[in-house]
């Protein structure tokens, strides 16, 4: 595909900077159209076989192909709407030009092929309230102008190793729930999510979870392992009738050219949120900001350079603070791949990042 045929999404140019490591989450490229400013790229998932596939679609095949892996569907809005429930559709390496997708039926999952990556240029991915236990995996994800990028409403979806972005021309990366249906459990785990909103607009955030809750387990909505970076307002805004999210052991950048930046918890039902062990850097108006809502926790965050770090009166602060050694680590995590914060975290006591995240911050020399 030319770069005229797709002018909605801007015209980027990446360039790597050295080895790519196969473990963790991130590693670092640089934008050459914006060279003042790091791009992490999604590191490879685990390795699985072919036979996980049950269609396929390519930037080579055909609609009127049977979507086999040696007849692939030329379109992922053909994929989808022929994906029975609880099967799995994969795209081969190339760029895909869609309008608005819609993963229609429960259970299934939308990922790049083994081996493969593949990049979809759309205007908005929608997982609407009647697919429940949707999996979007291991894509990059460019949402279009004046649109959001990935929108989660059915329960219990997951988003896990995608780069969801909109070059800046978008409005918030993912927004999960719908004013008229409160999505249950769900995750978020393991992305890079970045370049989300129009410059200057408060209102245009990475993550925008507006209804959430838990499902009948009691397992909430999970923001987990993510690097966050570049957004115009918040990283992650828990508004204004989530409850009982856990954000937890995310890189967050809140600098450079957002104008909020951290994490804000509001709404007068807004309740039980858990913000733990994250990392954040850099936001202009509080790494994690309490509004409105009432039993909120704060527990072993670490802060560098941000305006203010855990604000608001009703919110629980435990173990937080900040120390310059957690931020200068969490940049070498990912700049080179490491699984500090969402690889193996049955090894974390071997990691100093996660030492340092759980280490007593008296003995630290810290302060929250």
């Known amino acids: 595909m030319t ?6 999404w801007g015209r980027r140019l990446l360039l790597a900077l050295g080895l ?6 991130a590693t670092v490229v640089v934008d050459v159209m914006r060279p003042d400013r790091p791009v992490y790229e999604v590191a490879e998932g685990p390795d699985v076989p072919l036979s996980i596939c049950s269609a396929f679609a390519s930037p080579d095949g055909s609609d009127r192909w049977p979507g086999t892996a040696e007849e692939p569907f030329q379109t992922v809005n053909r994929l989808l709407a022929t994906l029975p429930a609880g099967d799995t559709g994969c795209l081969t390496t190339g760029e895909y030009v869609e309008d608005e997708l819609e993963v229609l039926r429960a259970g299934t999952t939308l990922r790049s092929a083994p081996e493969a990556r593949a990049t979809l240029y759309l205007d908005t991915l929608i997982i609407p309230v009647s697919a429940e236990d949707v999996t979007v995996s291991d894509l990059s994800i460019v949402g279009g102008d004046d649109s959001l990028t990935v929108v989660a409403i059915g329960d219990g979806f997951t988003l896990e190793r995608n780069d969801i972005s909109n070059d800046d021309a ?3 990366c993912v927004l999960v729930g719908a004013q008229d249906h409160r999505t249950e459990a769900g995750a978020i785990r393991d992305n ?3 370049s989300c909103g129009q410059d200057g607009n408060h209102l245009h955030h990475g993550i925008y979870a507006q209804n959430v809750g838990p499902d009948d387990d009691g397992t909430g909505l999970l923001i987990e392992g993510n690097v966050i970076y570049d957004v115009a307002g918040y990283a992650v805004q828990l508004y204004p009738e989530s409850i009982g999210a856990v954000v937890r052991r995310n890189v967050i950048d809140g600098g450079g050219r957002s104008i909020r930046g951290g994490i804000v918890l509001d709404g007068e039902v807004s309740r039980d949120h858990l913000i733990e062990e994250n ?8 790494a994690i900001v309490q509004r409105t809502g009432t039993g909120h926790e704060s527990r072993r965050n670490c802060f560098w350079d941000n305006a203010r770090n855990v604000v608001g009166d009703d919110i629980d602060s435990e173990g937080d603070r900040e120390d310059e050694r957690c931020w200068e680590t ?3 995590w990912t700049e080179t791949g490491s699984d500090a914060l969402a690889g193996d975290r049955d ?5 100093v990042l996660c030492r340092l995240l759980e280490e007593d911050p008296a003995a630290a020399g810290g302060q929250a």
């Not at 990392?279 to 509080?286: F, N, Q």
């Not at 090894?347 to 990691?351: P, Y």
């Open 279 to 286: 990392v954040i850097g850099r936001a202009r108006t509080g």
């Open 3 to 8: 770069e005229d045929a797709r002018p909605r």
């Open 347 to 351: 090894d974390k006591e071997e990691d």
């Open 330 to 332: 969490a940049q070498h």
């Open 192 to 194: 890079v999510i970045h």
């Open 20 to 25: 790519v490591v196969a473990v963790g989450v």
């Open 170 to 172: 978008g409005t918030s």
